[in-house]
């Protein structure tokens, strides 16, 4: 077996990008490896394989042997693992993924979910909560579901950014109107900022004017606040997870904005019924590959934070 034998016992979590691919390895008694690449531009899928490999023979080469693999995918997967679509690189559609990793690590336990299962994955075990909804806040909105310290529902994704929190809301990329992410994603917020300015506003611009307290950045955040808010009180009242996490780099960059979430979905709560607590995420845009590293420890049979 090139590298020695797989059994000997690292992980090895791999973040997979749109542009790129961040890994990170651990083992005890190695240090860990981190490394990040960009895939080739306009390149095809063969090209990417190709560039895959010889990073997984780097990898190997000059650290060692892994004996399982978690893999965080930004695109949509079947039960089986095969990629049914992915805008960012539309080549790999239709490509098995699961065949593919084990082509690539022959001999290690191997396994692919949803990123932003594993982010949530990630935050609920940085806490040490079971129950847990984590809402990623960036271009789009996703995120996932933990409960009793797992994945659900498991290898098919939460698609939390296309839950219904207004039918006659604006118009998704999906076609529908009213989706999460069509009102409180950070461009829905900057698009509605610059209605409301009369000029084209950037998150910069946005920053400002929500420091300065003027009316237009405000409003705009304040809307958004009030979807996600909807999306905490209905999550609440299906799931009552402990906690509902809020990360993504739009939501990370406006200090203020998780705080005013918790607030607007506090005033929402029923007798009997409190709603959950909302706190912002730890692991910032390390939190799909810490995820991925608890997948496979979790093949491995691993210290989850279950055992
Ligand atoms: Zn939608």
């Not at 860990?32 to 990417?48: I, V």
């Not at 594993?118 to 960036?138: I, Q, S, T």
């Amino acid at each position: 077996m090139p590298g020695g034998d797989p059994r000997d016992g690292g992980v090895l979590g791999v973040d997979v990008g749109g542009t790129k691919v961040a890994l990170r390895a651990e083992a005890p008694g190695r240090p860990t490896y981190d490394r990040t690449f960009h895939w080739p531009r306009e390149a095809d899928l063969a090209t990417d394989l190709a560039t895959l490999a010889a990073e997984v023979t780097r990898l190997r080469d000059g650290w060692g042997p892994v004996a399982a693999v978690g893999v965080a995918m930004p695109a949509t997967t079947d039960p089986a693992g095969t990629v049914t679509t992915w805008p960012n690189r539309p080549g790999w559609t239709g490509l098995d993924l699961t065949g593919e990793l084990r082509r690539l690590f022959p001999g290690a336990a191997t396994a692919v979910a949803d990123d932003g299962d594993l982010a949530a994955l990630a935050e609920a075990r940085h806490v040490g909560c079971d129950d847990v909804v984590y809402l990623g806040v960036g271009t789009g909105i996703g995120g996932g579901v933990v409960w009793e310290g797992r994945s659900v529902p498991g290898r098919s994704s939460a698609e939390i950014g296309h839950m219904v929190v207004a039918l006659d809301g604006e118009r998704c990329d999906c076609g529908r109107r009213g989706c999460l992410q069509a009102i409180a994603s950070g461009p829905a917020t900057l698009r509605r900022a610059g209605i409301a300015r009369g000029v084209a506003v950037s998150f910069d611009d946005l920053r400002a004017g929500l420091r300065d307290g003027l009316p237009w950045a405000v409003e705009a955040v304040h809307a958004t606040c009030t979807a996600l808010a909807a999306a905490v009180v209905s999550l609440g009242e299906l799931l009552a997870p402990t906690v509902v996490i809020v990360g993504g780099g739009f939501a990370g960059g406006l200090p203020g904005l998780v705080p005013l979430v918790g607030h607007t979905a506090r005033m929402s709560a029923r007798p009997g019924r409190p709603v959950p607590v909302v706190t912002a995420a730890a692991l910032g845009g390390l939190s799909s590959l810490h995820g991925a590293l608890w997948l496979a420890h979790d093949l491995t049979g691993g210290p989850g934070l279950r055992r």
